[in-house]
């Protein structure tokens, strides 16, 4: 059995982090969707660790081999924790690259026998962030294109209050 975990701070889960997710299913048995507690994160999440935790449960509930768990502590140690064999991020653009390559070195240094596999984003969703999506809803855009329903809705209950 193989394992991967995705993680990410889904603030709020996308299309774009669902399809990642979607891909990863064929070729892992088992996949673990990270939500990073992230408290220190820019200005904090928009939503809680709870909230997002239901929105990416809500996101994946069609997929049978998916889980999602909250984690509070390095990556490397929750992969390790929930006994998965990969890690599994998306890159959309050079600049993610720039990033997740730094990031993954440095887990690879933490625990070689981890590995880190990149998924390249659908080019559908290729521009598309949790930040963008939020400043999108803020000012009463249309998101459908980009997020669930859930989401959606959660969006604007809590822009508009």
Same mark, same amino acid.
């Given at each position: 059995m193989t394992r991967a %975990? $995705?993680? *990410?701070?889904?603030?709020? $889960?996308?299309? *774009?982090h669902l399809d990642i997710i979607e891909r990863a299913t064929h070729v892992f048995s088992s996949v673990v969707v990270g %939500? #990073?507690?992230s408290p220190n994160k820019r200005s904090g999440p928009l939503?809680?660790?709870?909230?997002? $935790?239901?929105? #990416?449960?809500? #996101? %994946?509930s069609h997929l049978a081999n998916v889980e999602v768990m909250a984690f509070d502590k390095l990556l490397v140690d929750f992969a390790c924790q929930v006994e998965a064999d #990969?890690?599994?991020? *998306?890159?959309r653009a050079v600049?993610?690259?720039?990033s997740e390559f730094q990031q993954s070195s440095i887990n690879y240094r933490l625990n070689p026998k981890l590995e880190t596999i990149f998924i390249m984003a659908n080019p559908r969703y290729m521009f598309l962030s949790s930040s963008m999506v939020k400043e999108i809803a803020s000012m009463h855009g249309d998101i459908s294109h980009w997020v669930t329903p859930l989401v959606q809705s959660e969006l604007s209950k809590r822009l508009d209050s």
């Open positions: %975990v $995705i993680p *990410g701070t889904y603030d709020p $889960i996308t299309l *774009g %939500v #990073a507690d939503f809680t660790l709870a909230e997002r $935790i239901e929105l #990416a449960q809500d #996101a %994946v #990969a890690i599994v991020k *998306g890159l600049t993610d690259f720039d």
